[in-house]
């Protein structure tokens, strides 16, 4: 029963407080109310990202367009020398027979064009489709396929993959910066909160230490003050993640625009909210917590 009474005695002394530093408390919670947004904001895009890059690599395929006149014993050569690729997790051969009845079945402009060719006329060349397993590795493995004997040409979109990894890593990197930078601010903001605390309740620290009063007993209320700092502070960046983005969820699918970008959308909010919530309120409770232990360490001498 004793520990009860000295817990619930600290957290009504952490409150009251809080209440007694208010300026100081309120900068502490709106600080942290910032860093865990842009906290949220960063997980949101990372996974958002993440899964845009594993829709990208699902979608997007390498072309090789192999020489006019190749034999089967060269195609199947092609194929062992693509199974030694790393970073090839697929591929399909594709005749040029196969590539005219699809272009026959769909489009009658086209079938009307083929018809004229003679048996032994088809321009059009053999080729393999290939997935990889990782974009970032794409322009290396289009490298290595080039290189290769009887390949005349790979397409795959260069110029698109390159732009969407740079904008990626850019936003992903500049995120990372600026809540690790918050972060920082936060925990030394709340350190001062539980400094003055400390230095105004001097006199009582005394006296409690005098009367054998433990060292873990004095420490509680400030650190049970961080934890409530950092927890109050986490609860409107929780409210806006779950309200702001399921909202942007159902605006963008209403609105068409996730169908016209395949690729390029937002995942469930299910998938993603309210494990981003929960990483909120623990990150913004240690913080808390953190920056207490260091005032309490650094200028309480116990």
């Known amino acids: 029963m004793r520990i009860f009474r000295i817990i619930g005695r600290s957290i009504e002394s952490s409150f009251k407080s809080i209440f007694r530093n208010f300026s100081l408390s309120m900068a502490s919670i709106t600080c942290s109310i910032i860093t865990l947004l842009l906290v949220s904001i960063g997980i949101l895009l990372s996974y958002n990202i993440n899964n845009i890059t594993k829709e990208i690599e699902n979608e997007l395929t390498i072309v090789i367009l192999m020489d006019k006149e190749i034999s089967e014993k060269e195609i199947t050569l092609t194929e062992s020398r693509l199974e030694d690729i790393d970073n090839i997790l697929s ?20 079938a ?63 995120t990372i910066i600026l809540v690790v930078a918050l972060i ?28 054998g009063t433990s060292n ?37 699918s209403l609105s068409g625009i996730t169908n016209i970008l395949n690729v390029i959308k937002l995942s469930n909010p299910s998938e993603i909210v309210y494990i981003t919530s929960f990483i909120l309120f623990g990150l913004g409770s240690l913080v808390g917590m953190i920056g207490s232990l260091r005032a309490v360490r650094r200028y309480l001498t116990i």
């Open 91 to 110: 591929f399909k051969f594709v005749s040029k027979e196969e590539i005219k009845k699809d272009l026959q079945a769909q489009n009658e402009t086209y």
């Open 112 to 174: 009307k064009i083929i018809e004229t060719w003679k048996e032994d006329e088809n321009p059009l060349q053999d080729s393999f489709i290939i997935t990889v397993v990782d974009v970032r590795d794409i322009n290396e493995t289009a490298t290595t396929i080039k290189n290769m004997e009887h390949v005349s040409v790979v397409k795959y979109g260069e110029s698109m993959v390159n732009e969407l990894i740079s904008i990626f890593d850019t936003v992903k990197n500049a």
């Open 184 to 211: 920082l601010v936060t925990t030394f903001l709340i350190g001062n909160t539980i400094k003055i605390t400390i230095f105004s309740r001097k006199s009582e620290i005394d006296i409690m230490r005098l009367v």
């Open 216 to 252: 873990s007993v004095i420490k509680l209320p400030f650190i049970i003050e961080g934890f409530l700092l950092g927890a109050i502070g986490s609860i409107i960046p929780i409210l806006i993640t779950i309200i702001g983005y399921t909202y942007a969820f159902n605006s963008l």
